[in-house]
């Protein structure tokens, strides 16, 4: 059973640091390439040709930004990675309090889910894998980052809001965990449970993932 996204249109990728000069032009439209491949099949498989196709590139390219498809794929997800990271970066200098900026997070984590939906395959390749260097530099680009606002954010919401005391590292396991199921086991859910992967299903799972979450944390559902 084929799965397709709830918006047949795929997102524009985040943008990189600075102007795209010289070869960093096709290496920008190759990870485009890759990002709307990936998004149209939900993670399933792309073929360097592929991708060079639909950037309108010399397949000699891949090997020339990025040294083989792998590298491509690593750049792709520490791309959308990093842009996550900045995302936290921003709500965080809203200045709300935890229990609000714990919704708007958990509810933009469900929803970049949608907007990426091959990245929780491609972030386990990777991880399962194990290669120091890459498991590293994206730690770097996420991990690390959210765990240490979690950790933040549950401190604030322990004081200020009466929340229990909560282990940040298990709870960084447990909201992605909670986020990410859904779309990697989405056969279950229209196969099984016969229910398609709409937007008004999305909108639901961003309502129950969110109360579930801060009832666990004994704060107030929104």
């Given at each position: 059973?084929?799965?397709?996204?709830?918006?047949?249109?795929?997102?524009?990728?985040?943008?990189?640091?600075?102007?795209?000069?010289?070869?960093?032009?096709?290496?920008?439209?190759?990870?485009?390439?890759?990002?709307?491949?990936?998004?149209?099949?939900?993670?399933?498989?792309?073929?360097?040709?592929?991708?060079?196709?639909?950037?309108?590139?010399?397949?000699?390219?891949?090997?020339?930004?990025?040294?083989?498809?792998?590298?491509?794929?690593?750049?792709?997800?520490?791309?959308?990675?990093?842009?996550?990271?900045?995302?936290?970066?921003?709500?965080?200098?809203?200045?709300?309090?935890?229990?609000?900026?714990?919704?708007?997070?958990?509810?933009?984590?469900?929803?970049?889910?949608?907007?990426?939906?091959?990245?929780?395959?491609?972030?386990?390749e990777r991880l399962v894998r194990g290669e120091p260097d890459t498991v590293d530099r994206l730690s770097?680009?996420?991990?690390?980052?959210?765990?240490?606002?979690?950790?933040?954010?549950?401190?604030?919401g322990h004081r200020d809001e009466g929340w229990r005391e909560v282990d940040p590292t298990f709870f960084?396991?447990?909201v992605i965990g909670a986020c990410e199921f859904l779309f990697s086991a989405r056969t279950w859910l229209?196969?099984?449970?016969?229910?398609?992967?709409?937007?008004?299903?999305?909108?639901?799972?961003?309502?129950?993932?969110?109360?579930?979450?801060?009832?666990?944390?004994?704060?107030?559902?929104?």
């Amino acid at each position: 059973m084929a799965a397709h996204p709830p918006d047949p249109t795929p997102s524009v990728l985040p943008p990189p640091d600075g102007e795209a000069l010289g070869a960093e032009v096709t290496r920008e439209k190759l990870l485009q390439a890759a990002h709307e491949l990936l998004y149209e099949r939900a993670g399933e498989p792309v073929t360097v040709s592929e991708i060079c196709t639909r950037a309108g590139a010399n397949v000699a390219m891949v090997k020339y930004c990025f040294g083989s498809k792998d590298g491509l794929l690593d750049a792709l997800v520490e791309r959308l990675l990093t842009q996550l990271t900045r995302e936290i970066d921003r709500l965080d200098a809203l200045g709300l309090p935890p229990g609000e900026a714990l919704r708007r997070h958990v509810a933009e984590m469900v929803r970049n889910y949608v907007r990426f939906p091959y990245v929780n395959r491609l972030l386990n390749e990777r991880l399962v894998r194990g290669e120091p260097d890459t498991v590293d530099r994206l730690s770097r680009a996420y991990a690390e980052p959210t765990r240490a606002w979690y950790a933040r954010l549950l401190a604030e919401g322990h004081r200020d809001e009466g929340w229990r005391e909560v282990d940040p590292t298990f709870f960084f396991f447990t909201v992605i965990g909670a986020c990410e199921f859904l779309f990697s086991a989405r056969t279950w859910l229209e196969r099984s449970f016969a229910e398609p992967m709409d937007q008004e299903l999305v909108e639901r799972f961003v309502t129950h993932t969110t109360e579930l979450v801060l009832a666990g944390l004994g704060g107030r559902p929104a």
